[in-house]
């Protein structure tokens, strides 16, 4: 018996979905924020479906590592194995679905239930139980009940990813040409990257897709919410973005990066000239190692979402999943990635830039807050939630004739990437398999030598 | 009590007295949003410290226990970045701000005594947070603190604030004051 979870059968897709967004006409519905069906059509075609984030290989070094995360609303533990590969096990005991681990990072040989003391090794093979006399005497199979593990596990650079889905596209499909433009903050330099130590949570009343797509295509709001932290940290108002002479909107797969090449608009709010000075003093390599092109990007005004709830910032290096709990909650998990070949002091500075401007007490991240909770809120009115949401700039800003790979459109001010997001949310909620869902990628799936 | 508390020697009553006083006047500053009055109390090398509190095993417990120096904090600040989050709030743009967030902060469970030099104070206590915002937000921050203050003419200036909340998930979406 395969020690796999067996994933959901997809349920009917909910009567009038196809029609509650449109995107063609650059439309979304308020709708979408805070309805209960649709949010447990989402944990089930999009949160048990598709890829996502469940940590990086830095925080699990050795044998028995382990953190603790969730997948949708299921609790999942990543653990590396002694074959120095990484499972992704359910946290709940096969036996009354007890929770088996209660811290979120920590070091083990196994896992025992406080309940009836199952215990599992760092594989998840069940290895014994209190009393385990009796269960000889019921013919039981220890082999058949160890923790389930999710389907697939995969890496990119560091960054694992899980799906409860074996009929998910491989994870190299799935991010597709978007991990050219991923390197250029966890690849950009030998070695890689590593997360500082520790992970703040805190706890949004807003709907997961509006962080999601905050950061997967909407700069645009940055010169108008945090200008006072802005004026803060830099003493003057944030880059104007409208001025940067080349920047782009970039997605495939709903996912989505948004970016200028002035390489240091990103970090430069940290306030700190030692993190701008030390972007400036790798960018030879990052050229050399990646190009011209991506070497601009290591701190530039940019965001990224890769769907559907795991988005970073290159230059703050802030990295977070939006957890889902609910309609109208999310949990937010942030990180603090940093390249391992930085010199401490420059990791430092990094681990307190990032807080200091992305966190729960970030001068930048408090005003996001108020934003996504009332753009939650507000759709609670049942007439409200009715209401047509503009989401139509940049109709025609698709980049035909570019080497850059992916969908690529004209400028960061762009809708685009937001666009492609809540269409291909909208695609997997109207497909009962992957087979039925639709590829809308146009662009390049390849970098062209 | 440990043997390191043994060796800690309670202040005079009118010390104590005197420090209460001045931590109560600090967090009435912070509800009357006299930012600058407060920031005015923290020494030069002030080192004002709330690090992320993690839910971990007893076997797997970090340098500090539930913390440690190099992980990630919601507070690892100087007098730079306090000053610099003291400007946030100042700017008339700080949209979220108005209508104004009220604010109560309370202490209690204050115990003083005397630092590593004379002029040295070193203060555990007990901090509540309340916080309201828009028409009904409510949020609700406990914690224990540990302050280092020195003596500064017939005041105090704060020179280090740990600060400690109990919980591993904060229940908010933010920490728009100061504790």
Redesign the interface.
């Given at each position: 018996m395969s020690n796999i979870i067996k994933t959901l059968d997809a349920t009917d897709c909910l009567e009038g979905i196809e029609s509650v967004c449109d995107i063609e006409s650059g439309r979304i519905s308020g709708k979408i924020f805070y309805d209960q069906k649709i949010y447990e059509q989402e944990l089930e075609k999009v949160f048990a479906r598709c890829w996502l984030f469940v940590g990086h290989d830095s925080q699990i070094k050795k044998t028995g590592d382990y953190i603790t995360t969730t997948m949708g609303e299921d609790e999942v533990i990543v653990i590396r194995q002694k074959s120095g590969g990484v499972k992704v096990l359910l946290n709940a005991c096969p036996h009354r679905g007890n929770k088996v681990c209660f811290s979120e990072s920590g070091s083990t040989r196994g896992f025992i239930c406080n309940y009836h003391g199952w215990s599992f090794n760092v594989e998840g093979n069940l290895t014994g139980q209190h009393e385990s006399g009796i269960y000889e005497d019921s013919n039981f199979d220890k082999s058949k009940w160890g923790l389930k593990e999710v389907a697939k596990v995969a890496s990119y650079k560091g960054l694992i990813f899980a799906t409860f889905d074996p009929e998910s596209p491989s994870l190299e499909e799935y991010l597709g040409p978007m991990t050219w433009y991923l390197d250029a903050l966890f690849d950009n330099q030998e070695g890689g990257t590593e997360f500082v130590g520790g992970c703040i949570r805190s706890t949004y009343e807003c709907n997961w897709k509006i962080a999601a797509e905050n950061f997967v295509g909407d700069i645009l709001h940055a010169g108008w919410t945090h200008d006072s932290a802005a004026r803060a940290m830099l003493g003057g108002a944030v880059s104007k973005v409208s001025d940067f002479e080349e920047s782009y909107s970039v997605n495939w797969n709903g996912h989505g990066y948004e970016f200028a090449l002035d390489t240091v608009g990103n970090v430069a709010v940290l306030g700190d000239s030692q993190l701008n000075k030390y972007l400036h003093t790798i960018k030879p390599s990052v050229a050399e190692r990646l190009g011209d092109f991506r070497s601009n990007m290591i701190g530039s005004v940019s965001s990224c979402t890769i769907f559907p709830n795991f988005s970073f910032l290159a230059g703050q290096n802030t990295v977070r999943i939006w957890q889902p709990r609910g309609p109208n909650k999310i949990e937010l998990f942030t990180w603090v990635v940093v390249n391992k070949s930085a010199s401490q002091d420059i990791k430092d500075r990094w681990r307190k830039g990032a807080m200091m401007t992305f966190s729960p007490t970030g001068v930048f991240e408090m005003d996001d807050g108020e934003n996504w909770e009332y753009c939650t809120k507000t759709a609670k009115g049942k007439v409200t939630a009715k209401q047509d949401l503009y989401i139509g700039l940049g109709m025609d800003s698709y980049l035909e004739d570019t080497d850059l790979p992916g969908n690529v459109y004209k400028g960061q001010l762009n809708e685009a990437n937001s666009r492609a997001y809540y269409q291909r949310w909208q695609d997997l909620l109207q497909s009962k398999s992957w087979a039925d869902v639709p590829n809308r990628n146009k662009g390049k799936a390849e970098v062209e030598k | 009590m440990n043997s390191k508390e043994q060796q800690l020697t309670p202040v005079s009553m009118e010390m104590h007295y005197k420090v209460s006083g001045f931590l109560n006047m600090e967090y009435r500053l912070l509800d009357e949003e006299r930012f600058t009055e407060w920031l005015a109390l923290m020494d030069e090398d002030i080192h004002y410290w709330?690090p992320?509190i993690?839910?971990?095993?007893r076997?797997?417990l970090?340098s500090e226990g539930f913390y440690?120096a190099?992980?990630?904090?919601?507070?690892?600040?100087g007098k730079l970045?306090l000053s610099?989050?003291v400007?946030?709030f100042s700017?008339?743009?700080?949209?979220?701000?108005n209508p104004a967030t009220r604010n109560v902060h309370s202490l209690s469970n204050v115990e003083v005594f005397e630092g590593e030099s004379e002029s040295e104070l070193l203060v555990y206590s007990v901090f509540q947070s309340v916080r309201s915002r828009g028409q009904d937000e409510e949020y609700v921050i406990f914690g224990r603190r540990r302050d280092l203050l020195v003596k500064n003419g017939d005041s105090f200036k704060i020179r280090k604030r740990l600060i400690l909340m109990p919980n591993?998930?904060?229940?908010?979406?933010?920490?728009?004051t100061f504790l």
């Open positions: - | 709330m992320g993690e839910n971990r095993r076997e797997n970090l440690d190099n992980h990630m904090a919601f507070f690892d600040d970045d610099r989050r400007a946030r700017q008339p743009s700080a949209w979220a701000e591993a998930t904060l229940s908010c979406k933010n920490i728009n």
